[in-house]
Structures are given as structure tokens and as C-alpha cells.
């Protein structure tokens, strides 16, 4: 079984910009793709952005694209997020994700989580 840990959360202002960093340990991390959720207080945990397990393809919700940008290395078995231009709405607990399903945005077809990342942006 694959174990996730994130890191690079923190508070920072509108406009401004923070890498998140997802490091995988255990099991081979290459079969995996990899996804990205956030869940703010009193709401659903929600998707941001995949990643196959070769890196080649990516899907993002509407609200990051052009924004946030995915990226993996699976010689460091760590996954990325780059968020740019942070807004007020981004404000939530960053969670990484494994699943073998292809391509998914769904969160009950991740089997395997980390234990999220607070992000905060002030306006």
C-alpha cells in the first residue's frame, strides 16, 4: 500500500502563488494515477486536478484551470501542485490522492489519501 504525505500549505495572499508537494512511500508509486481535492469548512471535498501515472495527461476542475498546474516524479515518487494567482475561494484543506481508475475525478475512487494541507488566502 502506497502511504501520501503532503506539504507546502501555509497562509499567503491574494494573487500569490505556493507549490504543494505530495511524497509517496511504500509500494511502487509509478502504477498509480494521482489526483488533487480540497474541502473548505462545512463543504464537500471537491476535485482539483489529475495526473496519469506517466505524467502525460492531466485534467483540471474549471475553477483552477489555467491557474494550478500538476506534475509528478516518479524517480522521487512526489507529486506536485502549482497554484498561481491564489484567490480567497482556493482557502481549503489540500488533499493528495492514489487511484488505479484512469483518469478520475471522483473521490471515492481513490483508495488512497494523505492527510491534507491547510491553504489560506487572505484577500
Known amino acids: 500500500q502506497v502511504q501520501l504525505v503532503e506539504s507546502g500549505g501555509g497562509l499567503v495572499q491574494t494573487g500569490d502563488s505556493l507549490r504543494l508537494s505530495c511524497a509517496a512511500s511504500g509500494r511502487t508509486f509509478s502504477g498509480y494515477d494521482m489526483g488533487w481535492f480540497r474541502q473548505a469548512p462545512g463543504k464537500e471535498r471537491d476535485f482539483v486536478a489529475t495526473?496519469?501515472?506517466?505524467?502525460?495527461?492531466?485534467e483540471y476542475a474549471d475553477s483552477v484551470k489555467g491557474r494550478f498546474t500538476v506534475s509528478r516524479d516518479n524517480t522521487k515518487n512526489t507529486v506536485y501542485l502549482q497554484m498561481n494567482r491564489l484567490k480567497p475561494d482556493d482557502t481549503a484543506v489540500y488533499y493528495c490522492?492514489?487511484?488505479?481508475?484512469?483518469?478520475?475525478?471522483?473521490?471515492?475512487?481513490?483508495?488512497?489519501w494523505g492527510q491534507g494541507t491547510q491553504v489560506t488566502v487572505s484577500s
Open positions: 490522492a492514489a487511484t488505479r481508475v484512469r483518469g478520475s475525478s471522483w473521490p471515492s475512487q481513490y483508495n488512497v
Open positions: 495526473i496519469s501515472w506517466s505524467g502525460v495527461s492531466t
